[in-house]
């Protein structure tokens, strides 16, 4: 049996449980994004910045996904949300079964958006679907204006972009722009938000854009639909 | 066959090729170091300054890993050294093989210094020796302070960690004396190094070590002298 069998067994089988997630997903009518991006691009900022821009607005349940450390549930735990943490011990990447495991420490009655924050990493978190609706790939002004091209699986299966550390333009050789015409070059239909954690410009768009989604109760792949 | 066995086979199977490659490297004299980080850490950009401080005063070759494109190999090429490309076409690290393959396009005869820059990520390539003399791990200040407690193997397995956008922390929420305690706490050995590539500052003192290196013959990973 080849390696590649058995990778193609793994991703068969994830489906089947991201299949799984989805329809609960469904029947709790809570809407799910797969935050995705490199280590450091600001993710738990980001997700900080919307629990306290939500907050009151709607009601909202955390994943995090580390390979060591809960660190990150630490953080997102102070705006008093659910959080369920998952420790990969090494693994590269967030699979659907280890969200399952998750969503049986988790109460989904009454939560309206799920954030499952993946492990930092911008190549192999692309081909596994945990379920949910969308993934939002957060990508930050400091790592260059290339990344769409060089790392194009990620832009190509997420829904949206997020791109952060806006504030730090001044400082940086990165065009925007490009960055820009790079990743609608490998997917057109990318929804395009700009954010600063720090100034906390662009957060309102995006947090804008997050209740329209949750009160369009787009929660199920049209793909899925059938 | 479990999918673990299978691992386990890739990875003995990729240490054998590994041990091929670092005699290789022995025989040829040449002093090789694995470039590891985050997407958009600045490897390439250090390369870079690597390359031109260093003109002259070593033989350098340099090998290109990238999930897509042959960008990074285009910007190595200006400064008329030997490069070869591999393109993973969607893997997620650098293997021994694709390594020993790269070699076959690369005349090794009076390298001193061989560059293997990986594929940006911060986690699968801690687990592939590929027959380096040891591993540098390239830690931008943007990712944060918490990185090495969060993604301990690549710091664990590395020899060198270099800081790099150091002019960018007046505008970060950094704390780089945090930032070297946990890496240091993950892995005491690591000799670190403060660089720029923007103001060029640390750059001298990097390649001073690299120089020294070569001169002291250090080729060979001592574990494989037995």
């Not at 349940?61 to 809960?70: F, K, Y």
């Not at 799920?114 to 945990?130: F, K, R, T």
């Not at 990620?154 to 820009?180: E, G, Q, T």
């Not at 954690?197 to 309102?204: D, E, L």
Request: aromatic letters at 6%.
């Amino acid at each position: 049996m080849s390696v590649i069998t058995i990778e193609r067994k793994v991703l068969e089988k994830n489906d089947e449980l991201a299949r799984r997630n989805r329809e609960l997903f469904a029947k709790q009518r809570t809407f799910v994004i797969n935050l995705v991006s490199s280590p450091g691009s600001g993710k738990t900022s980001l997700l900080e910045k919307t629990l306290g821009y939500l907050k009151g607005k709607l009601k909202i349940a955390v994943i995090e996904g580390d390979v060591q450390t809960d660190l990150d549930a630490q953080r997102v735990a102070r705006f008093d949300v659910p959080v369920a943490q998952i420790v990969t011990n090494g693994g590269c990447h967030l699979e659907a079964k280890l969200v399952a495991d998750a969503l049986d420490r988790l109460d989904l009655a009454g939560v309206e958006l799920l954030v499952i924050e993946n492990v930092g990493n911008l190549v192999c978190p692309s081909n596994y679907d945990l379920g949910e609706a969308m993934k939002v790939v957060v990508a930050s002004t400091t790592e260059g204006d290339d990344k769409p091209l060089k790392y194009p699986a990620m832009f190509r299966n997420a829904s949206v972009l997020i791109i952060n550390k806006l504030d730090l333009l001044p400082y940086l050789d990165c065009d925007i722009n490009a960055l820009k015409r790079n990743a609608l070059q490998i997917n057109p239909s990318l929804t395009v938000f700009e954010t600063s954690c720090r100034s906390g410009s662009g957060i309102p768009e995006w947090c804008a854009w997050l209740q329209q989604q949750v009160s369009k109760g787009y929660n199920v792949k049209p793909s899925t639909l059938t």
